[in-house]
Nanobody
Framework: QVQLVESGGGLVQAGGSLRLSCAAS????????MGWFRQAPEKEREFVAA????????TYADSVKGRFTGSRDNAKNTVYLQMNSLKPEDTAIYYC??????????????????WGQGTQVTVSS
């Protein structure tokens, strides 16, 4: 079993930055690929970023490419999402997710077994 707890959300002005953290517990964390997803009001949950088990490979949605950076520290059982140049359209609840055991990252929410409770990010114009 893996438990995920996100933190770092908040209110920021457009153009600002935030860093989200996701602390994980469970012995499979160090090999499991991780993902970040977000859901805005009245919209479907969408893929944001994925990080492979080693952290060597990252994948991003086109909407955040060049602005967001995903990373992980397996020694701390933590993944991060550094968000720069934030835009009002980035406003959403952000969730981290873990695959059950695969080291391969995925853009599909159905490939992730464990989910955090989410953290709110609000970007004002």
């Amino acid at each position: 079993q893996v438990q995920l707890v996100e933190s770092g959300g908040g209110l920021v002005q457009a153009g600002g930055s935030l860093r989200l953290s996701c602390a994980a517990s469970g012995r499979t964390f160090s090999v499991a690929a991780m993902g970040w997803f977000r859901q805005a009001p009245e919209k479907e949950r969408e893929f944001v970023a994925a990080i492979s088990g080693s952290g060597a490979s990252t994948t991003y949605a086109d909407s955040v490419k060049g602005r967001f950076t995903g990373s992980r520290d397996n020694a701390k059982n933590t993944v991060y999402l550094q968000m720069n140049s934030l835009k009002p359209e980035d406003t959403a609840i952000y969730y981290c997710a873990a695959r059950r055991s695969s080291v391969l990252s995925s853009v599909l929410s159905r490939d992730y077994t464990y989910w955090g409770q989410g953290t709110q990010v609000t970007v004002s114009s």
